[in-house]
């Protein structure tokens, strides 16, 4: 995987902390196109070096579930307004069906007819055709991933990106089957090469056994959010200083429960990144920078894509 994508705006606070540790690297971030001062904020931090690689979500999530509302039109005029500062963007998509409710076949059909228009709607329009990408979800025919490969524009060039969309419904291992699915797809038809994105890949393992170009992902900060923190000794482990009144492994704090030798250990890896476990148990953002740090150091190391990671399994599906 080229590029791990860190989704959501960030802090000042959070950038001042990542950018003065000892081994920093550029981040590649996701935001949505509906909080368009993080985007300005970022394009800022694009300039000076702190942001590598742009990448604009349509909001379609937030639309889907009833918080939010654009049209495609308003999102090509903004893309427009700022493309030179951002490297990709996705479509606005529609989501299969309507939010929390079971989904139907005709729903399926719906959701890849309506994206599939509103694709080449916008690729017609905006200033940058190529960094459009369409988005695939879970749950539609194969056959409009096929289409998808198979497009040419007028020019006979084929699309340089997709978006996969994995349900959130569904556990890893349906994830995997389908994630190895899609692989064996891409690599089958016309256009082997395009580039993938996943998005809203939290599983840095499942990141390890199938190839794509970037994922995206928002838990730096929903594990800093519940206290805890990646580390690159233990894992994601609770620093949490509130007492716990559940018993469950998952909800005590390794503070209060290591031993003197790995807890020493561990002080030793924050301060490596220039804090003090005070400051990682007080701070919310101290705790998301040294995750991303971790992910960013991870995904490099221990969990690379390797083909030989990945177990095949028999189809869900069947073009």
């Given amino acids: ?19 003065t540790m000892p081994d920093f690297e550029p981040l590649d971030i996701l935001i949505s196109q509906l909080d ?35 049209t495609a039109d308003e999102y090509i005029e903004y893309l427009n307004s700022i493309d030179d500062d951002i490297d990709v963007f996705a479509q606005l998509d529609k989501i299969p069906g309507q939010f929390q409710k079971p989904k139907s076949k005709e729903d399926y059909e719906e959701s890849a007819r309506l994206s599939w228009e509103n694709f080449l709607y916008m690729r017609s329009r905006v200033k940058s055709p190529h960094k459009l990408m369409p988005v695939f979800h879970y749950g539609e025919d194969f056959s409009v991933l096929w289409k998808m490969l198979s497009w040419k524009d007028d020019e006979g060039n084929m699309l340089d990106y997709i978006g996969i969309s994995p349900a959130n419904d569904v556990n890893q291992q349906a994830k995997n089957v389908y994630l190895n699915e899609v692989a064996n797809t891409i690599k089958m038809s016309n256009n082997p090469n395009v580039k993938t ?16 170009y970037s ?15 990646l580390s ?38 924050i301060e490596s990144l220039g804090f003090t476990l005070e400051q990682i148990q007080d701070s919310s953002s101290a705790r998301a920078a040294m995750t991303m740090h971790n992910i960013q150091k991870m995904i490099k190391t221990r969990y690379a894509y390797k083909e030989d990671r990945v177990k095949r399994s028999k189809k869900l599906f069947s073009l």
């Fill in 1 to 19: 995987m080229e590029k791990y994508v860190f989704s959501g705006s960030l802090t000042d606070e959070m950038h001042d902390m990542l950018i």
């Fill in 36 to 70: 368009k001062s993080a985007i300005k904020k970022a394009i800022k931090w694009k300039h000076s070096g702190f942001c590598r690689w742009l990448f604009i979500d349509s909001g379609a999530f937030s639309i889907h579930t009833g918080n939010a509302n654009t």
């Fill in 197 to 212: 994105h996943l998005y809203g890949m939290t599983s840095l393992d499942a990141l390890s056994k199938y190839p794509c």
């Fill in 215 to 229: 994922a995206d992902s928002i838990s730096h900060r929903l594990i800093s959010g519940y206290a805890k923190i």
């Fill in 232 to 269: 690159e000794n233990f894992g994601v482990i609770s620093v949490s200083k509130r007492i716990r009144t559940s018993s469950t492994k998952s909800n005590l704090s390794f503070v209060d429960t290591a031993d003197e030798y790995n807890l020493n250990l561990l002080k030793k890896e």
